[in-house]
């Protein structure tokens, strides 16, 4: 599933493209992609975009006129980018059987929803309905905004105390746009084993697990987010994080920091990898004294 690497990496390259484009066209093949219903998809047609945002693992477009788009892509939806100049009557390679949503631009350009399991959703809104939408109403802090800090995580940590640091990373509410490929790294960074309950966890320890999540996932944004299966930009490229991933599909192989062999266990019913020796688990950080 896209992270907020993946989404941000998509972001950025429809931000480059379709800003003060009109859209010319919406053709729906699969009426269930757009979720709600609350306004239908039509009436972004000869609306120019104004903004392309990222809030977690949701896009956001805003067009003039007060109304927007969002999407999440969940399992394995795409939004493909073909290139300016394309004449609308040519075949395009990402016009295909998953093709769920297509969006015309008056330059020319088209934007492909594609989704083949279909559990990617879009929603067209009121933009002054945005924030309080079921997708983004109780999303948690931003973890690249400078409000991210040890104390705001510290403090979300206190309030789940008999949680484990895997569950609470991946619940969206505590904080938005990571999914289990980034929580693995980011509990790897920090040396913190992912079963850790949140109330176990000392200051010193806070401050690097902040510092894991914001390096993990800025070098996902840099690296152009992470293919597993199916992710790829808009421009149809895979993401090359997993090639620098330190434990996340690597069960087996050497910890690239002490050698020690990567595992994978299941925590918060999630396929979880990491090093025993790098993360050492709660009991053993409880040996007897004296
Ligand atoms: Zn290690």
Excluded at 73 to 101: I, N, Y
Excluded at 105 to 128: C, E, H, I, W
Aim: aromatic content about 6%; glycine content about 12%.
């Amino acid at each position: 599933m896209p992270e907020l690497p993946e989404v941000e990496t998509i972001r950025r390259q429809l931000d480059a493209r379709l800003i003060g484009r009109s859209v010319s066209s919406v053709e729906t093949r699969w009426h269930k992609s757009f979720t709600g219903r609350r306004v239908d998809p039509g009436v972004v047609v000869g609306r120019p975009v104004a903004r392309v945002w990222r809030r977690g693992k949701v896009l956001g477009i805003d067009t003039d006129g007060g109304i927007s788009l969002l999407t999440h892509l969940r399992m394995t939806g795409q939004l493909l980018l073909e290139p300016v100049g394309t004449p609308r009557d040519t075949p395009s390679p990402k016009d295909t059987g998953a093709t769920r949503v297509v969006f015309g631009f008056d330059d020319g350009s088209r934007l492909y929803f594609n989704d083949q399991r279909k559990f990617g959703r879009m929603v067209v809104l009121p933009t002054a309905d945005v924030p309080a939408d079921q997708l983004l109403a109780r999303m948690g802090p931003e973890p690249l905004e400078p409000g991210f800090d040890a104390e705001a995580l510290g403090a979300g940590l206190a309030r789940h105390p008999s949680m484990t640091l895997k569950a609470v990373l991946l619940d969206q509410g505590f904080v938005a746009g990571i999914g289990n490929i980034y929580a693995d790294e980011a509990l790897w960074r920090a040396g913190l084993h992912p079963q850790r309950r949140c109330g176990a966890v000392r200051r010193p320890a806070v401050a690097a697990l902040r510092d894991g999540i914001v390096t993990v996932l800025s070098e996902g944004v840099a690296r152009g987010g992470s293919t597993l299966r199916d992710y790829v930009d808009a421009q149809g490229q895979r993401g090359g994080y997993l090639d620098i991933a330190a434990v996340y599909g690597r069960s087996g192989q050497p910890c690239r920091r002490c050698s020690t062999v990567i595992v994978k266990i299941t925590v918060a019913g999630r396929g979880t990898h990491l090093c025993p020796s790098c993360q050492v688990t709660p009991r053993k950080r409880r040996a007897p004294r004296g």
